[in-house]
């Protein structure tokens, strides 16, 4: 049994829905309810009424709350001793980064923190839900996410502390084969799922600024960036990706940008970590983020 699944079930007991637990708990409904049947099924067993509206959890489930809640509280204490031990004994840091992020940002950090041949890095790779859930889990000490700049939809100001360390701009490109295809009425892309960040930038932000007449027909989709970027290379449609991960192959001619057709979005690059007190190393490295990235 997990410490996340338990505050998940504590979430929705607290809050009386799996709305509003998810909201609780910074996830998406959609990736909640996947989180539900994910507990469901390792666990064997049905935690949650779906016979009622809004989905609650079984009466033998409520009548476990004491022991639920005195596990979380034992947990979250022995994981903060241990990694306070971790940290007592060297200098140790955790972070997670979106999947292109992981690729484009995360290899001149780790270079610039590993210098002094003391610090020790692990580096996480995930969708953006998943990016949040390593850091409320306080799995990792930051997060290195895209955000849409001057977007209205935030996280919740209390809960985290950003910076931004630069920009970027996801842009539409394909192989030099399928150029052609621009110009025809119904263009075949390469999409991300809509449940996914740069699935709901594209239906937010491109999808509503297509060129009029034009219909993008998706060929394949997927929420991993790299492989979006391996159907784009295998002529297989057009695919909006960041500027970063695909500088080297549009240099090399490998994909063409059709920015001159269709539209593209800025991306800010922030990082991100829970806004309460932190190890001193890592409270050293939040202060020099800045400083290692300019785009």
């Known amino acids: 049994m997990r410490l996340e699944w338990i505050d998940d079930i504590l979430a929705v007991l607290d809050s009386g829905s799996l709305a509003r637990a998810a909201e609780k708990r910074l996830l998406t409904q959609s990736a909640f309810t996947r989180r539900v049947r994910l507990i ?8 949650f009424d779906r016979r009622r509206k809004p989905v609650s959890l079984m009466p033998g489930v409520r009548e476990l709350e004491f022991e639920l809640r005195e596990l979380s509280t034992r947990l979250h204490g022995l994981r903060h001793s241990l990694k306070t031990a971790s940290d007592q004994a060297g200098k140790s840091l955790s972070f997670v980064c979106q999947h292109a992020l992981t690729t484009t940002v995360s290899p001149e950090i780790v270079r ?8 020790s890095v692990r580096v996480r790779s995930g969708n953006q839900d998943e990016c949040l859930l390593h850091l409320i889990s306080k799995e990792v000490d ?6 849409v700049p001057d977007d209205s939809i935030q996280e919740p100001a209390n809960a985290f502390e950003t910076k931004t360390l630069g920009m970027d701009t996801l842009i539409p490109v394909c192989a030099p084969t399928v ?18 960040f740069l699935g709901q930038v594209y239906s937010r932000m491109i999808a509503p600024r297509l060129p009029e007449g034009k219909t993008a027909v998706p060929r394949a989709e997927t929420a991993l960036t790299l492989a979006i970027l391996q159907y784009a290379l295998n002529e297989i449609g057009i695919a909006w990706l960041p500027r970063s991960l695909v500088a080297t192959h549009l240099s090399e001619g490998a994909l063409v940008c059709i920015d001159d057709v269709l539209p593209t979005q800025l991306l800010a690059i922030r990082v991100v970590r829970l806004a309460e007190s932190q190890p001193d190393h890592a409270e050293q490295i939040w202060k020099q983020l800045e400083d290692i990235l300019s785009f």
């Open 112 to 119: 610039v923190l590993t210098e002094d041949g003391e610090t």
């Open 179 to 196: 150029r052609t295809q621009v110009t025809e009425d119904v263009i075949p892309t390469i999409s991300y799922p809509p449940e996914v």
């Open 142 to 147: 930051f997060a290195i996410m895209y955000a």
């Open 40 to 47: 469901e099924d390792n666990i064997g067993a049905t935690l």
